[in-house]
T-cell receptor, first 115, second 111 residues
Framework: NAGVTQTPKFQVLKTGQSMTLQCAQDMNHEYMSWYRQDPGMGLRLIHYSVGAGITDQGEVPNGYNVSRSTTEDFPLRLLSAAPSQTSVYFC??????????????FGPGTRLLVL | RKEVEQDPGPFNVPEGATVAFNCTYSNSASQSFFWYRQDCRKEPKLLMSVYSSGNEDGRFTAQLNRASQYISLLIRDSKLSDSATYLCVVNINSGNTPLVFGKGTRLSVIA
């Protein structure tokens, strides 16, 4: 199993550009989520999904869109990049056992710089 | 009060030392607890789950105190390779609801 994969690993954008961060998992996990991590801020939840076709907002959703058309994929879209979106982005997936959550597996991250 | 609070550190300890971290959580309905480890510029990885009865994995011991709403992580015989940031993670509800991450405690083990 590849686990959770993310592409690209690094990206430089200009203000106003759009892009999609890709995330895929091959563990058949129902739950997937996107976090951003900034120095001193810890991990902050952007969006999450409890299954295909279902998404919900996290703590910091503004400026980001998501969709979940398949169990495996959960892309994150930046519609109009801003310097404040410079960050490290982590995708994670997890299962729940007997209604108890749940070990989260993280991808290696995407480092994004917006100029 | 933040949902999950940790002392950011850094904790600088010599090799072989015993070090302990605490983490407090605000929601008494919290049901699942974890410790994750994050190395510099890497993704977080599960270190261990925390059970009500406490659990041990080699040099690592995790404990839960529901009455005082905190969890702890004890590392015995610290190794240089233990240097990392340790994240406290709490699930407020059962099932598929978001986990809440603390900001992490940084540990540096010195030779």
């Amino acid at each position: 199993n590849a686990g959770v994969t993310q592409t690209p690993k690094f990206q430089v954008l200009k203000t106003g550009q759009s892009m999609t961060l890709q995330c895929a998992q091959d563990m058949n996990h129902e739950y997937m989520s996107w976090y951003r991590q900034d120095p001193g801020m810890g991990l902050r939840l952007i969006h999450y999904s409890v299954g295909a076709g279902i998404t919900d907002q996290g703590e910091v959703p503004n400026g980001y869109n998501v969709s979940r058309s398949t169990t495996e994929d959960f892309p994150l879209r930046l519609l109009s990049a801003a310097p404040s979106q410079t960050s490290v982005y982590f995708c994670a997936s997890s299962y729940s056992t007997s209604g108890r959550a749940k070990t989260q597996y993280f991808g290696p991250g995407t480092r994004l710089l917006v100029l | 009060r933040k949902e999950v609070e940790q002392d950011p550190g850094p904790f600088n300890v010599p090799e072989g030392a015993t070090v302990a971290f605490n983490c407090t959580y605000s929601n008494s309905a919290s049901q699942s607890f974890f410790w994750y480890r994050q190395d510099c510029r890497k993704e977080p990885k599960l270190l261990m789950s925390v059970y009500s009865s406490g659990n041990e994995d080699g040099r690592f011991t995790a404990q839960l105190n529901r009455a005082s709403q905190y969890i702890s992580l004890l590392i015995r015989d610290s190794k240089l390779s233990d240097s990392a940031t340790y994240l406290c993670v709490v699930n407020i509800n059962s099932g598929n609801t978001p986990l809440v991450f603390g900001k992490g405690t940084r540990l540096s083990v010195i030779a």
